[in-house]
């Protein structure tokens, strides 16, 4: 069965950092291209960082998380990671990664195969 669990998610206060971990089973993320999107109440969802797969391993970010947000894989532990510094009440969301086969990055939900649960971030004092 192939599966990817969402995990890191928290309460922080703004300025704070989180990790999230994307981790696939049932397949190697290795050859995929992996996407970290977010979903707030009442917005669209948003792809805020995208990667690769192994052949190239290419980074992008939404110009709203550049600079912030950092996006890495860990091959060993079949696992995509999401950096988050200097995080600002409006990065509130559930945040979901994503998966679909293929060294291209791709930018719309639409294509992308595999998705997780999702996990909250909720940035506030």
């Known amino acids: 069965q192939l599966q990817l669990v969402e995990s890191g998610g928290g309460l922080v206060q703004p300025g704070g950092s989180l990790r999230l971990s994307c981790a696939a089973s049932g397949f190697s993320l290795d050859y995929y291209s992996v996407g970290w999107f977010r979903q707030a109440p009442g917005k669209e969802r948003e792809g805020v960082a995208f990667?690769?797969?192994?052949?190239?391993?290419?980074?992008h970010y939404a110009n709203s998380v550049k600079g912030r947000f950092t996006i890495s894989r860990d091959n060993a532990k079949n696992t995509v990671y999401l950096q988050m510094d200097s995080l600002k009440p409006e990065d509130t969301a559930v945040y979901l990664c994503a998966a679909t086969p293929g060294t291209v990055m791709v930018f719309t939900p639409l294509s992308y195969n595999y998705w997780g649960q999702g996990t909250q971030v909720t940035v506030s004092s």
């Open positions: 990667l690769s797969s192994s052949d190239d391993d290419s980074t």
